[in-house]
């Protein structure tokens, strides 16, 4: 993997990025929309306030990177990992929806949107996640295990067989969504309770 010192160096010659390293970088001024990344790795690099159209990301690593109120308009996140990133202001359901699937681990992610996509086998693990919308989500079979939620909507959603051990704070209504088969660890899935009108004192 080639490491690149300066992104003009590459973006200005090619549209199709293979086997590159970007180390702390900042891509908010760069125009990447209607490149496609292949196995890439970014390392502590920024790509905020910006927008991206149709930028495809497969079999790329971001780790440690930061992602603030970025557009994603029809971009390709396919076999995507993303390690140790602060993801804010993002509105997932804009990507394209074919070969959807990225990954999320320890990741501190708030006021995302995340509405109506299938995300079945999904990797949410030990993130943050706040103040974030879910609803009509098919997130069957998702890893959300040791995650933290706060302030996050669950509405009409598929979460059959999905991992919630040792995850704290989620609220799920499971009259409005699907949880069967799903994994809950206890004292956090007393919280069921409060739908039935159930105090345990």
Do not use: W
Not at 5 to 20: A, K
Not at 30 to 50: A, Q
Not at 101 to 125: A, H, M, T
Not at 149 to 173: P, T
Request: glycine content about 4%; charged content about 30%; hydrophobic content about 35%.
């Amino acid at each position: 993997m080639k490491l690149v010192n300066d992104p003009d160096e590459v973006l200005g010659h090619s549209e199709f990025l293979e086997d590159l390293e970007f180390r702390s970088m900042d891509f908010s001024f760069c125009n990447i929309s209607f490149h496609t990344f292949e196995n890439c790795r970014f390392s502590g690099c920024r790509f905020n306030d910006m927008i991206l159209d149709e930028t495809a990301f497969r079999s790329c690593l971001f780790k440690e990177c930061e992602l603030v109120l970025t557009k994603l308009r029809n971009v390709i996140l396919n076999e995507t990992e993303f390690l140790d990133c602060k993801i804010v202001g993002i509105d997932f359901s804009d990507c394209n929806r074919f070969c959807f699937d990225p990954e999320f681990r320890n990741c501190r992610i708030s006021n995302l949107v995340f509405s109506d996509l299938i995300y079945r086998k999904g990797f949410f693990s030990s993130c943050q996640i706040r103040e974030s919308d879910f609803s009509g989500c098919d997130l069957s079979r998702c890893d959300f295990s040791s995650a933290v939620f706060k302030e996050v909507m669950f509405h009409q959603c598929n979460l059959e067989s999905a991992d919630f051990r040792k995850a704290e704070g989620y609220s799920i209504d499971f009259r409005t969504n699907k949880i069967q088969s799903a994994r809950f660890s206890l004292p956090e899935a007393g919280s069921f309770l409060g739908f039935l009108g159930i105090r345990i004192d």
